[in-house]
């Protein structure tokens, strides 16, 4: 069974910025897509960004655009999110997904949190 890790969460000031981590157990280069989401407090799952693996254009959620980015290491099986000029309003437990042929595959979520 597919599994993902995540990493690269914490406390950051705000303006600051964080590199997330979704390292696989299988080849991200076999997948037909990548996302992540992420859950604030009482609210719920929204989408972060996703990108269909084998097409150029990544689409993001209009609150982070311009700010976080998506990016692979195929060498390596990991799917990043960079986030920059951090808000206090971006503070959630992010979450990647990733989907195979046969299986939709969520990461166990890590916490950030932007300080203000």
């Known amino acids: 069974q597919v599994q993902l890790v995540e990493s690269g969460g914490g406390l950051v000031q705000a303006g600051g910025s964080l590199r997330l981590s979704c390292s696989a157990s299988?080849?991200?280069?076999?997948?037909?897509?990548m996302a992540w989401y992420r859950q604030g407090p009482r609210m719920e799952r929204e989408l972060v960004a996703r990108?269909?693996?084998?097409?150029?254009?990544?689409n993001y959620a209009a609150a982070v655009r311009g700010r976080f980015a998506i990016s692979t290491d195929d060498a390596s099986d990991t799917l990043y999110l960079r986030m920059n000029r951090l808000k206090p309003e971006d503070t959630a437990v992010y979450f990647c997904?990733?989907?195979?042929?046969?299986?939709?595959?969520w990461g166990q979520g890590i916490q950030v949190t932007v300080s203000s």
């Open positions: 997904k990733l989907q195979w042929a046969n299986s939709e595959v």
């Open positions: 299988a080849p991200i280069s076999s997948t037909s897509e």
């Open positions: 990108r269909i693996t084998m097409m150029p254009y990544t």
